[in-house]
């Protein structure tokens, strides 16, 4: 074989040798393409099955919301409901405790037309917070704290008044508390023929009161929950 023929055999060596590496680039190249094509794919089908979760989440979310919002309304509803058809009776009970005014004027409100039950319940409180603090002796009974409040009342407009009844409505039902309790410690004084010195106020009294009545329950020997040591 001379020179000529060697290098035509190694040439056709050389160019096997390429076309097989590149034979082999090109498959390495065509799987790789094809892994990519299919992560992609992956990461396409995970993201759209990640979109429909929180899709769906949001879509539960969103009725929960719904119905929370609902049967808030619904419970607001009743309570206004209960509210307009017991205040009548709310205030035939407790008219030792309340404005003599009040139910004339409760009438008047209920002959009013309303756009429903909400509407008329927070007129209604409005007007009964409005009379019940008018009276000082009421404000009196009052704690402190409701007694800041019941003046902030005073101060709101009346369409701020209409929105917060509700809120402010404590005013009354703890009033009304603590003057039946405070007549029932006075009973008791008159009874055991120990009236009030006259220093303090109504509320005050009353709340020494139940500090001597819890004193006297916890003290050793007590039958109320001492320990009779």
């Given amino acids: 074989m001379n020179e000529e023929q060697m290098k035509q055999l190694l040439d056709m060596f050389d160019k096997r040798l390429d076309e097989k590496l590149k034979a082999r680039d090109d498959e390495a190249a065509k799987k790789a393409e094809e892994a990519r094509k299919k992560a992609e794919e992956e990461e396409k089908k995970k993201a759209l099955e990640n979109d429909k979760l929180k899709a769906a989440e949001e879509k539960v979310r969103k009725e929960k919301e719904a119905k929370a919002a609902a049967d808030k309304e619904k419970q607001i509803y009743l309570e206004a409901f209960k509210y307009n058809s017991t205040l009548k009776q709310f205030i035939e009970e407790n008219k030792d405790f309340l404005p003599e005014n009040l139910g004339a004027i409760i009438d008047a409100l209920q002959t009013k037309q309303y756009t429903g039950d909400v509407e008329k319940a927070n007129e209604l409180k409005r007007a ?90 916890l003290a050793p020997g007590s039958t109320n929950g001492g320990d009779g040591k």
């Fill in 128 to 217: 009964v917070i409005e009379q019940y603090i008018k009276t000082q002796a009421n404000l009196d009974n009052l704690p402190d704290s409701l007694k800041a409040k019941a003046e902030a009342f005073a101060e709101f407009t009346t369409q701020e008044k209409l929105n917060r009844a509700s809120e402010f409505y404590d005013i009354v039902e703890t009033g009304i508390h603590t003057a039946k309790n405070i007549k029932k410690v006075e009973a008791m004084d008159k009874a055991n023929g120990n009236p009030g010195d006259g220093s303090k106020t109504a509320t005050q009294e009353y709340e020494d009161k139940m500090l001597q009545f819890s004193k006297e329950a």
